[in-house]
């Protein structure tokens, strides 16, 4: 049983190899931000701009994170901000969407 003899790597949050990875940590953070930034404003019909723009923000942050991620802690962050911020931003359209008046 070869994985008995793995040695613990708790040291990071997000980086299981004991590694750094300032790039995908920081792509999981602002996927993060954008989705919960995205998803709350979405609720409120006149914040269509805010929630429609800081979803599509998450959601590209985060398809660029998902494919440079390295390890699962960094992949399960990414998915739930992704969830957010797709969310957000299909309601954020469905509210008015990117331009909603402004063009």
């Known amino acids: 049983m070869a994985q008995t003899m ?3 790597t708790t040291g ?6 004991g590694k750094p990875h300032p790039l995908q940590d920081t792509l999981l953070a602002v996927t993060l931000v954008c ?8 609720m409120f019909h ?4 805010l929630s429609s723009w800081s979803g599509l923000v998450g959601i590209l942050a985060g398809a660029y994170g998902q ?7 960094e992949r399960f962050g990414l998915i739930v901000g992704l969830g ?12 008015g969407g990117l331009f909603g008046g402004v063009i």
């Open 46 to 49: 006149s914040l269509h701009l």
């Open 35 to 42: 989705g919960v930034l995205a998803f709350v404003t979405s």
């Open 67 to 73: 494919f440079i991620s390295e390890t699962t802690r």
């Open 84 to 95: 957010l911020s797709g969310v957000g931003f299909y309601l954020g359209l469905a509210h």
């Open 6 to 8: 793995r040695p613990s």
């Open 12 to 17: 990071s949050l997000f980086a299981t190899d």
